[in-house]
């Protein structure tokens, strides 16, 4: 039954006595209620004979409160019938004005700004680690006891990162194969020394760029897909319910993942490295008017197997940083869809720059052993 709301002075001349029911339904009455209500310090309002008080209602009075004590004036709600005390709670807790950062200029702005990214890094670099001691925790366990191994599961993410990205690694890799070559023809004509295009191509696919730009299509493909799948799972509360049961999360959704990842990357860095060798051999004969038998005979000259194995060499290590770190940030998704947005770009971003990193790390390598 919708009663109006009254508040009326009681026998105390500050204190006030609050009746009936303060809803949204009876919005304008209680405007026009609370709109004379006395400003002095020392009011107290009786909350104990409200009959019915809903989420308006409990603003309105939290409102009210607020509202004395920002004038100066001390306003009391006592005799809050238990039922309405969470209530009240959660609508005092929410309405907490946030103070306004002070803003910052010149020197300490920057200073700040280097300080908040450094601690930043610090925590990413934390919880990539932690994932990595995780799963190789989890791997070992597996090892131990085979029986653990999903390979069902594997052989499903093997079939998504590797299978189905066959078509675009493939058209990607020749396609940047065709434009060095190209490039490669175009520059070296000044000079006479377009056959040494053969030479370009072939070292700078097999050692550097069918490696990294493959690494860089799965990192934005399987690794944001990764992360989604987790993030999403993380919102549903299904990792929780997997601690819950006593089953680790990481050797049930990161290890096959990962393991994916390791087995496939090398094998996708061998098809996109042959596709971009294909592709500059068609443009070093249609363009630069080189046969393939020349073509071949050259390229066989101009690199040899460790060029080839450099390539192989990266492609595992750079497939399980991919997978850490879209694990790691599948993980540290919250329960929003802009925090699973917010994750998937960073763990597209993170692991490019990582990869980017890595590949710059072993040329240092692999020169100073003379490879």
């Known amino acids: 039954m919708n009663q109006p709301p009254v508040l009326e002075a009681a026998s105390n001349g500050k204190r ?17 209620l609370l709109t004379g209500l006395p400003q002095a310090d020392g009011f107290v309002v009786d909350a104990a004979d409200i009959v019915h008080l ?31 005390n969470d ?19 010149g020197v300490l702005a920057m200073l700040d700004g280097i300080g908040r990214a450094v601690f930043a890094g610090i925590d990413d670099l934390t919880s990539i680690v932690a994932m990595a001691g995780a799963f190789a925790i989890a791997f070992g366990r597996a090892i131990r006891h085979p029986r653990s191994f999903r390979p069902t599961s594997i052989v499903s993410h093997l079939d998504r990162v590797g299978w189905q990205a066959i078509g675009i690694i493939l058209l990607i890799t020749f396609l940047i194969g065709a434009i060095i070559a190209q490039q490669g023809i175009f520059n070296f004509r000044r000079f006479g020394a377009q056959d040494y ?44 319910a997997l601690r819950t049961m006593g089953i680790d999360p990481v050797e049930i959704l990161v290890l096959p993942r ?15 490295s042959m596709a971009a060798l294909v592709g500059g051999g068609l443009v070093a004969w249609f363009y630069g008017g080189m046969s393939p038998e020349l073509y071949a005979v050259r390229l066989h000259d101009a690199v040899s197997v460790h060029d080839y194995y450099i390539g192989l060499i990266k492609a595992p290590v750079m497939a399980a940083v991919i997978g850490i770190v879209a694990c790691s940030e599948g993980f540290k998704v919250t329960g929003s869809t802009e925090s699973l947005g917010l994750r998937t770009t960073a763990s597209v971003v993170k692991a490019i720059f990582l990869v980017i990193v890595l590949d710059g790390l072993f040329a240092i390598f692999f020169a100073s052993i003379g490879w």
């Open 87 to 105: 209530l009240l709670g959660e609508v005092e807790a929410a309405s907490v004005e946030v103070p306004e950062a002070v803003r910052r200029r």
């Open 258 to 272: 990962v393991i994916a990842l390791i087995v496939a990357l090398p094998v996708l860095t061998f098809i996109g």
């Open 197 to 240: 295009v053969v030479n370009l191509v072939g070292i700078l696919v097999l050692r550097e760029i069918g490696v990294l730009l493959v690494a860089i299509m799965v990192a934005g493909r399987s690794g944001s897909s990764f992360t989604a799948e987790l993030g999403s799972m993380k919102m549903r509360e299904e990792v929780d």
């Open 16 to 32: 006030l006595a609050a009746r009936g029911s303060w809803t949204v339904a009876n919005a304008a009455a209680l405007e026009r």
């Open 54 to 84: 809903d989420t308006f209602g409990a603003w309105t009075i939290e409102r009210v409160i607020r509202n004395s004590r920002a004038a100066g004036h001390a306003l009391a709600l006592v005799n809050v019938p238990e039922r309405y």
